[in-house]
């Protein structure tokens, strides 16, 4: 596994992140934050909006290229 688009994974990581922190300090209710980081990972893992558009999508992983 590879990861392909490295700005889009960033961003997925640090709102994981996040919502992990403010989940622990109690800042955001734990529904809230699951539904938030059950969001954050379907993202990642499906093809967001363009997808349904019909438009290409360089998803966040990828398979390794050959010979690696």
Not at 3 to 8: F, G, H, L, Q, V
Not at 11 to 20: H, M, Q
Not at 31 to 50: D, F
Request: with cysteine; proline share 7%.
């Amino acid at each position: 596994m590879r990861i392909s688009n490295p700005p889009k994974a960033l961003i997925a990581l640090v709102g994981l992140v996040c919502l992990t922190v403010l989940m622990a300090l109690n800042s955001i209710e734990e529904a809230t934050g699951t539904g938030l980081i059950g969001s954050i990972l379907g993202y990642a893992i499906g093809n967001g909006i363009a997808a349904r558009q019909g438009q290409p999508v360089d998803p966040i992983f990828g398979r390794k290229p050959d010979g690696e």
